[in-house]
């Protein structure tokens, strides 16, 4: 089975800090995004990449970075967390089909 | 452009009160149509991926079809358990993959 793991599964943060989220899959894939998750908003994608070192913007991407060291993680960066950004962060890997993580429901006080 | 919507929005069913939730996809070449179940809190489970209208496939008490332009997921004697909301997403010729905005499915026993 794909296993997905995030960092965290809630996290509290003040605005102005650096936010660091991590997410790990253990099924060798080439491709892992991240998108956030709101009431009535859905899923939309912050940023993808399909290779180590390689990193592509997705719809929403302000405000955020991402790092892509090694295959198998694939970290959002959160450069100075805004109330605007409390949400749901919900990590993907896929050779096709997307597999999620459990999430990570970030509050930015 | 590429647009994924469900219908209905939420649903409420009584236990063994069987139904169908709706996807209709507006894609650019479907390279896949794929169907999750999210519960609250949680990151979508992968349900099914299907690639070509005719296709059905089927999990316990799901069963979900494609046609050329809809998908739908029929849920045979639901119980309880099968409360979550159901997402839909497409995968387009260029590989973006779009989310539907989900239906919320409550089946009281």
């Known amino acids: 089975d794909v296993k997905v793991t995030q960092s965290s599964r809630y996290l509290v943060k003040r605005t102005g800090e650096k936010v660091f989220l991590e997410c790990v899959q253990d099924m060798d894939h080439e491709n892992m995004f991240w998108y956030r998750q709101d009431p009535g908003l859905g899923l939309r994608l912050i940023y993808f990449?399909?290779?180590?070192?390689?990193?592509e913007k997705g719809d929403i991407p302000e405000g955020y970075s991402v790092s892509r060291e090694k295959k198998e993680r694939f970290s959002l960066i959160l450069e100075s967390a805004s109330t605007n950004q409390t949400s749901m962060y919900l990590c993907a890997s896929s050779t096709g089909t997307q597999y999620f993580g459990p999430g990570t429901r970030l509050l930015v006080l | 452009e590429d647009q994924v919507t469900q219908s209905p929005e939420a649903l409420r069913l009584q236990e063994g009160e069987s139904s169908s939730l709706n996807c209709s996809y507006t894609v650019s070449g479907l390279r896949g149509l794929f169907w999750y179940r999210q519960d609250p809190g949680k990151g979508p489970e992968f349900l099914f991926t299907?690639?070509?209208a005719g296709e059905e496939k089927e999990k316990e008490r799901l069963k979900a079809t494609l046609t050329k332009k809809e998908s739908f997921l029929h849920i045979t004697a639901p119980k309880p358990e099968d409360s979550a909301t159901y997402l839909c997403?497409?995968?387009?010729?260029?590989?973006?993959?779009?989310f539907g905005p989900g239906t919320s499915l409550s089946v009281i026993p």
């Open positions: 990449s399909y290779d180590v070192k390689m990193k």
């Open positions: 997403a497409v995968r387009d010729l260029y590989d973006k993959v779009i």
């Open positions: 299907l690639y070509s």
